[in-house]
């Protein structure tokens, strides 16, 4: 009888971070995958994960909108209490031995009630990480929700346990995002031309020789000033005169503000050195970062996959406050002379060696063995 | 200005155990009171508490009907889900200043939700304490959802701040529940007749000579074996011959089980010793207890009130394992054997001195004062 | 290609009702059935409808709790809501060629929403016919939403085509319920002992030379009257001295009024005459009514069952009012005293011929017929 | 004691067409107004029409946010599940003595259904008029929960009746929208410059000497071929040469295929002599309409306001097709060739004489006089 695991992925950054241990669980002989579709992962504006789920030859057992419109901090509480009512009818009719919980967007707490009232034990992938904002409180309360704990570092598994969790059941799998990272990191050069295979809009940019990738999102604390914090970066990276390639940021409170900023700009200023994407190929999106000279804004793929590539990273204003960062960080507030400076002192310096803070690249396999020997319980008590 | 300090009572004990301090905010110069009765508050099958409130001369600015039919996990978690909603809607409409949510009801993380993601400050109130269950997860997930915590104890303050938060914001308020039983404790016999005043079910029986309280709740993660355990202390009380009052269970998956034990014992053995409360105004309660020989079963008012007010407690099961205990308490597992053998042992011992470790009787006055004065914050992070 | 017919069963009567189409359907070569149990038909306090369909070897593609407690019109309303929502995820995923909604419970128009807005060929059954109370709107906004309309007799064709649906989608298919009425119209005696086999509360009554049978629902635009109206019925039956079964209402507004009525008169005059049912398989209590002397109160069964079983019915107060009636029934209003002259004359008169007003019971296979031959559509226009 | 009547408004075109209504009742002295602002008009995307509401004075006594991400049939469904569930917790609160629910939106149900339920009598304004599409299912379905239909001209009235309404129940208001254009009938010019007042994006039109407005909705069960309907509308108003306001289309299921086609086509194209707004106050559209050559697409405006303003309506397609038409309304179907001719041919002919069939400029005090003397109910049955 094989244990029955189910996934929720509910949007499209969640999904590229979980691929290969979604792989390794599918593939895994004492292992069933009960794959969940739910909430900005099906909706074209955000990127629609559901898409790309599918071409990977994965089968969604449950699709479930649960988005609502408005995206400010009313319409997030909303879409959380909406997502766990029908996560919870889905998880009653598939009747998982096991439930994921992916690190801490908002709605992932709608996932981790469903299964804990309903007394299925609970995995939380990512947790024991320190950011700021809702993400802190969320991925926070996740960890006292969950039964077994699959951590992406040191740092993180020690925090856990001091959260007062079962040593046993706090494991450093490292980060399956790396996984993907180890795929492509001995490529000599880029392999397709993201012009020619994702068009997207604005200037024509000439990338061939330097390029760099920015990805801002909004931080729902600050939600009303999300506009502005995207504008200094954009001002930023527009007079650096480096080709840079911006990616639109994903669904959350504040991401009106955000895009907005940026669309305003596009419009007004129509930035020469500035090509701009809605999403991509999570591979061809690591690739796109291996040979580029940096990334920009606030991504965790900054903070996490680059690491592993060593591509160095300008980590603007507080969203991966506090995160482990390797040496390929470096950090900057809201402020466009600021950013400006760090990009051209970067620009000249080059790569970091491969760090392994994060995992070495086998973490889809080591969560899929994990769940298939480990106790699982959906019972605890706090340690101290 | 006043602040609006908006309390969320979801269910029949919750209110008892903050009435004092909802009288303390009300009273307040400078707090407006903002009260919100949903859940199974507002339901006759569980005493409907808005009753009791209305009657106390509180008025409540929103009603909200959210408990999901069929006391199971599934409708457990379905509850949530709509509470959640609905409470994000009333809290949009009402603006508060801050949320006060209660304990470790399941639903209780509707409320914190619903304000965490609003960026309302939250007060947790009565965490930092240890039970099983799922309220024990509920708990110190509410915990990290919240921006202020005042606690009933020195044992959960220290706790709540191993779990991380800024030890300014933890608070020991002891608890307002204490505030009632102080209001009775001087006072030298039953000033009314339970028969005569709340009716209930069963044999008349006669108490003017000793009687005991039993007051046994399900517990949720042993959903199948409410049933059985509720029997074991029904035969147990019916075998001491003392004259008992029984109440009945609250809302949560599994009081069917337990409901249905009761009802059952009822009409098979009739017995002649037990008599039958579905609920009682607080302050008679709280008189009841005081004047009985001893409180049976897994109710909290066995661990806090009488601890104050120095009444014997045998505490059955799993249910307050590791809450924090004063001389007064004794446990004993599911098992009639047993549990007779300890009723006759305390039925010849008489009271404890009162003890104070769950506050001296001025909670709700202390609590008012400080969401007066205290810094209203709605973001934080772990504090390790 | 099988054409996926997907029926919604929320409440036990509406499961009795249409049981041999659900056969039908199930065994028809170009039919495949999709079961959905939801709403009361899930729960114990409602005869638990989902062990009857289970035993009856049909398997349920999805459940669906929706019931909010509270049993008032408020939550009348928002258990529609909740139902809709949760309906619309089941029927996304299951991707029916047609759903089938069945008469005008007030949850019936969250079926029918969720199949209409989603383009789903929706297909109403029982429509056309005249009530008062809420059933009366929920059936005809259910007509105006529907596709194909299979009534359950002429009268009601006729309704449904003034209503303005195109004739040819208006087909009189008879009632299903009579299809089972046919099953046992020929059996000569009562082939089981009722309190044997089905326990119940109450005296046990010597049935053998006769007996009559008792139904009474709440009627819930009278919702503040239901616990009076029960009441006239009681003294009625009691006074008659006639041995009675008496059947417990189902989930509704109000349920609780007639629910309570009957267990405060159960306690308080423990009536000698009486025996209570909370429910009975459906062929057993067709059974019953055929051996029955009459059937008393507002049930359904009186006008449709009964018309062809030719049992006399005695139709009390406005629940039934303007339904098709064959000449078995006669009516009363709630008034113990002419409730009580129209049994004892109906006590002497015996059965009435076999009326087919409702079908001749072939119903179930008509219905899977049509089903598999019409053409599906999901668009409309009112034909005036 | 004033009477309380709630009206809920879901969508912008749903508010300027009530605006005169919620005025008169706002204004008369027996009559209190409940403003509900919820669904699609909180939104920015779709305009927003609470700041439009604000600016006209009127306060929200509740806000609802509702409406789910995704633009698909199956968002359209759970949106009105949330909103009955939401709108019924906001009646059950407010407790109106009436709910008036507006036309045929999706949504509307939601309010007619938490009303209805809830025993409240619910009046239902602009119903018996005919379309295609999901509209006339639930307009229809709206007649059928409603106790008083305040309809907009003779036509829909007798069919209404027909319909099986008490015709006494049935009156003709005239359309409220037709109030606001005679506000304006006699303005002898436009006395604003919409380029200056509204910017809006795509070209700097010359408008002086004539122009046309466009404004087309997508039909949502004809959802993949929205994309396709206003390709052929945009290249028949591009060809034509003539200056044209275009507005975009209000939420619907497919309004992304609208919307997508509109954008493409803007870059694309970038038509010389077609200019783009997202919305304008009510007042403005009609006097831009009233000094307009003509209106194209499907809007209901060309219909109504137009046929009191006598401004030719070239009306494309199936989604007016059988509303009551005058003179000034032509049809066409989605055909670029032909859509061109019908253009040419309407663009030297002029304007018609005003028609009355809408109302002549009295309905929101007709309908507040209704209001405050009718007799309210709650309970009906069909009248045949």
Redesign the interface.
Known sequence: MKRKICVVITARPSYSRVRSALKAIHQHENLELQLVIAG?A????YGNAADFIKKDGFVAN?????????EN??????T???????L??VF??LQPDAVITIADR?ET??TS??A????IPLIHLQGGE?????D??VR??N???ADLHLVSNEDARE?VI???EDPEMVINTGCPSIDLAREIINEPKLTFDPLEKYGGVGKRIDWQDGYIVVMQHPVT?E?AESRQHVMETLYAVAESGIPAFWFWPNVDAGS?GTSNGIRTFREKKDPENIHFFKNMDSLDFLRLLKHSKMIIGNSSAGIRECSYLGVPALDIGSRQ??RLKAENVCHVGYNRKEILEKIMELNGKGHFPSSTIYGNGDSGKKIADILSAVKLT?????H?
Not at 42 to 45: G, I
Not at 378 to 382: A, T
């Open positions: 900005s099906l909706l074209d504006r449950a699709k479930v909108f649960m988005v609502l419109e408005g901090p009313t319409t997030m509480a909303k959380t209490g909406l997502g766990l009512m029908e919870t009818n009653y009719n908002f707490i709608a009630i469903a804990a009232y309903q007394n320190v950011t700021g904002s809702i802190e409180k926070h309360a960890t006292k929700l925090r001091k959260l007062g604390s939600y009106d406050h506090r959906s019972s605890k008590s706090i101290y």
